[in-house]
């Protein structure tokens, strides 16, 4: 079984930037397709990033595209979530997924695709 541990999150102002980070217990590279969620208080758990083992192919939701950058090195099993110009409605619960099997496409990653989770890392961004 697969275990995924998140790291990175805390306090940041608007407009700062924080770095997620999301380690895992396993070769990263026998997992195709690695993910961000994030769940805010009182809402359902959100897509936000994918991405594609086979290709290195990335997705994004349109509420992160052009400030949030995720990116996998399999060597240390490791992926990675930098979030730039941050605001505070990106404040929530960051949770790392990953899957064997799915390949994302364009969509926002669905929760219900992913078996393997993490425990999540709190962002707070505040001023």
């Known amino acids: 079984q697969l275990q995924l541990v998140e790291s990175g999150g805390g306090l940041v102002q608007p407009g700062g930037s924080l770095r997620l980070s999301c380690a895992a217990s396993a070769l990263t590279s026998e997992y195709h397709a690695i993910a961000w969620f994030r769940q805010a208080a009182g809402k359902e758990r959100e897509g936000i990033s994918c991405?594609?083992?086979?290709?290195?192919?990335?997705t994004y939701a349109d509420s992160v595209k052009g400030r949030f950058t995720i990116s996998r090195d399999n060597a240390k099993n490791t992926v990675h979530l930098q979030m730039n110009s941050l605001k505070p409605e990106d404040t929530a619960a960051y949770y790392c997924a990953a899957d064997p099997d799915l390949y994302c496409d364009n969509s926002p990653p669905m929760p219900a695709d992913f078996g393997a989770w993490g425990q999540g890392t709190q962002v707070t961004v505040s001023s």
């Open positions: 991405i594609n083992r086979s290709d290195g192919t990335t």
